[in-house]
């Protein structure tokens, strides 16, 4: 492309900018932010084989994915507008109308809701059993219909464990997907395991500072091409401005887990010694031990209704923990979990879900532990 700028009026000029270049070998030490929806291409190149349009590739958001699947152990990996986006395009590229998935009833509620509810629709058909009772796993394959086993681990809101080694096996032995929503345990746990598809949001602990909304798909080669052409169909694709702040919030990433589990821990202690506080969930169980290094930041416990009208109640009694949705982030929020997580249940999927009129899922962030537990203590009084 030839510019010849000198015979452009104003307007032209203006809209076509002038272009700084750098010398080559004078690089930036932090990539820029390529904000460019398109590209000019290099004639001797393949259209596609190049950046062309960032609905389906940018650089930005390329070196997120490059970095992502790098500390994940995955061979490729893919960001995309939402950790919902990332499941829901998952689910759909890999069922179709006849199938049958098998999922966890302690998922994320949006996770049981699309499986549930909107996979029907397309006559996906599924079963939802129990994390903590596997038992009923392998009866519940329909063969040759059975597609897609899905779970959680820690689930949300009320951190179950799963045996991913278990599931794993059953779904090898007869031929099934295996899909996992880490989210939880964030991006560096798990990476031993052998599940087909590991989605993460990275609204959480990955970007880690409250200001993204955005998710990501990891795997082989193969299913994550699949899974990236549904993606791109449904226009799904993550805004390089987003791709930047995560990149950038990843640097602490290792910091900021290990230093919220750690506080975490210290507010489980004070917890579980509490008498105003009936029960106290976080990973600490032989399987959870086996699986995880670190248990995270995130607990949900239950208050005794002397303390408030309800758990919502609750909530806003805390100062400096805050009522808001959302965890993994540098500041600490509290979530009333039935009415954030469970009106889809019935009673007593609630009941053996744990999810009260007085239940609360803790996230816990950067703050000092003393001024937490101190906040929790005048709100429990
Ligand atoms: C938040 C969350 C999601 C959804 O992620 P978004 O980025 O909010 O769309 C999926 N799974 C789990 C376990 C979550 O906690």
């Known amino acids: 492309m030839q510019k010849n700028r000198t015979d452009w009026n104003v307007n032209t000029k203006l809209n076509h900018p002038v272009e700084v270049k750098i010398t080559e070998g004078n690089r930036p030490l932090i990539q820029p932010i390529y904000l460019s929806a398109k590209y000019y291409p290099n004639e001797a190149v393949p259209y596609f084989d190049q950046f062309m349009y960032s609905r389906v590739s940018n650089p930005t958001t390329r070196q997120l994915e490059l970095t992502l699947a790098e500390i994940q152990k995955r061979e490729e990996c893919m960001v995309v507008g939402s950790g919902v986006a ?4 998952t689910f759909l590229a890999l069922l179709k109308t006849g199938d049958h998935v098998i999922s966890f009833k302690e998922s994320y509620r949006p996770s049981r809701v699309f499986i549930r ?3 029907s629709k397309y006559q996906i058909t599924s079963t939802f059993l129990s994390l903590s009772d596997l ?3 392998e009866s519940s394959i329909v063969p040759g219909k059975t597609k897609l086993i899905h779970f959680e681990s820690p689930s949300n809101p009320n951190l179950e464990i799963a045996d991913i080694e278990k599931i794993i096996t059953v779904a090898r032995k007869h031929g099934i997907l295996v899909s996992m929503d880490g989210t939880f345990a ?4 798990h990476t031993q395991f052998d599940v087909d598809i590991m989605i993460h949001s990275l609204t959480k602990f990955g970007n880690g500072h409250g ?3 955005a ?3 990891a795997g082989k080669m193969s299913v994550i091409k699949t899974i990236r052409d549904m993606c791109l169909q449904l226009g799904a694709a993550l805004e390089p401005q987003a791709a930047y702040l995560i990149q950038r919030g990843l640097k602490t990433y290792m910091l900021r887990y290990t230093h919220q589990t750690a506080t975490a821990e210290k507010i489980v ?9 009936k029960w106290v969930r976080y990973p600490n169980s032989e ?3 086996k699986q995880m290094k670190d248990m995270g930041s995130t607990i949900s416990f239950e208050v005794d209704p002397s303390v408030a009208k309800s758990a919502d109640n609750f909530c806003h009694k805390l100062k400096l923990i805050q009522l808001a949705a959302s965890l993994g982030s540098t500041e600490s929020v509290i979530a009333p979990t039935l009415a954030f997580f469970g009106l889809d249940l019935s009673q007593e999927e609630r009941d053996s879900m744990l999810l009260t009129p007085y239940s609360v899922r803790l996230s816990v962030g950067l703050e000092d532990a003393e001024d937490l537990i101190k906040d929790l203590e005048t709100a429990l009084t």
């Open 215 to 217: 998710g990501c798909i």
């Open 287 to 289: 399987l959870a031990k």
């Open 211 to 213: 200001d993204v909304i």
């Open 269 to 277: 202690k004070f917890l579980k010694s509490h008498p105003k506080v």
């Open 117 to 119: 509810d909107y996979l």
């Open 186 to 189: 964030g991006l560096h746990q």
């Open 135 to 137: 038992s009923q796993l």
């Open 86 to 89: 990332a499941l829901t395009g």
